[in-house]
């Protein structure tokens, strides 16, 4: 039999109060890869990552991890499943340094000191940047710095599956090409990510599936090389005029 999706989502709609903004996502995020979320302004992307770390609940639908049922979860349930959100804005607290950013990730972790060390010196190893600047507040960072921070944090929750909204919103090139190498490096280390990211060809690139939406729908899913060399979606998300 095969192994238990780490996301299996059939039919959820969800949104704000009586507004519903998702409407019937179906998606299947297998553990070890990279998962890509892409679409339009206004799409449902962050939406969707909310329903899913349980900010927002849902409508209907079903929601598993490992065959687990997520639908009615708290966000306190989901976040002991491994499912962590790094949100977009990356919400730092500005006046404490970088290293009780990060050990704010590992809150509700009941582990001994030595583990959390442990941890802490592996999301250093990741992000350098952060080793130097353990013992300055989050808000002297740049923004580059803020977005490995939070990525950190995240990884101190432990998590299964690390969902990241907006990678490079704000970031130079330079920037946005070094996080990426550390999320492939996380991912070859088995680290399994549904990212959320505005430049499509970044994250087609870095995905092994994509999904796009469009008005709270998913239009298309494929394998992100497939996608990349699609004319269509080039045509539609990348900008690019085909020769
Ligand atoms: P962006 O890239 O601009 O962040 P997105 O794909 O992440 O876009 P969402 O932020 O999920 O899209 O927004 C989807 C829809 O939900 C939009 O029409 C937006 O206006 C609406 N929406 C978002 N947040 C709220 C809210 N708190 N209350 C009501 N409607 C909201």
Redesign the pocket.
């Known amino acids: 039999m095969a192994d238990p999706l780490l996301l299996e989502l059939n039919g959820l709609c969800a949104g704000?109060g009586e507004?519903q903004?998702l409407w019937g996502i179906d998606m299947a995020v297998r553990s070890g890869e990279i998962t890509a979320l892409i679409?339009s302004?206004?799409?449902?992307?962050?939406?969707?990552m909310r329903a899913l770390s349980g900010l927002i609940p849902m409508q209907s639908g079903s929601y598993r991890s490992n065959s687990e049922d997520l639908a009615t979860a708290s966000a306190a349930q989901i976040l002991s499943h491994g499912i962590v959100h790094v949100p977009?804005g990356r919400r730092l607290f500005g006046a404490m340094s970088v290293e009780d950013n990060l050990l704010m990730g590992a809150y509700s972790r009941k582990v001994a000191r030595a583990k959390l060390t442990r941890d802490l010196d592996r999301v250093y190893t990741t992000f350098p940047k952060l080793r130097e600047r353990r013992d300055q507040a989050a808000a002297t960072l740049s923004g580059g710095e803020q977005q490995m921070c939070a990525i950190g944090r995240g990884l101190m929750s432990a998590p299964q599956l690390l969902m990241i909204d907006?990678l490079s919103l704000g970031l130079s090139p330079l920037l946005v090409e070094q996080l990426v190498a550390a999320l492939r490096a996380l991912n070859t280390e088995g680290m399994s990510i549904l990212l959320?990211e505005?430049d499509v060809t970044t994250a087609l690139d870095l995905c092994h599936s994509a999904y796009i939406?469009d008005m709270?729908r998913i239009v298309r899913t494929g394998q992100g090389a497939e996608l990349l060399a699609d004319p269509i979606i080039r045509d539609a998300y990348l900008g690019v005029l085909e020769e």
């Open positions: 704000y507004i903004v679409g302004n206004g799409a449902g992307k962050t939406t969707l977009e907006e959320v505005q939406m709270g």
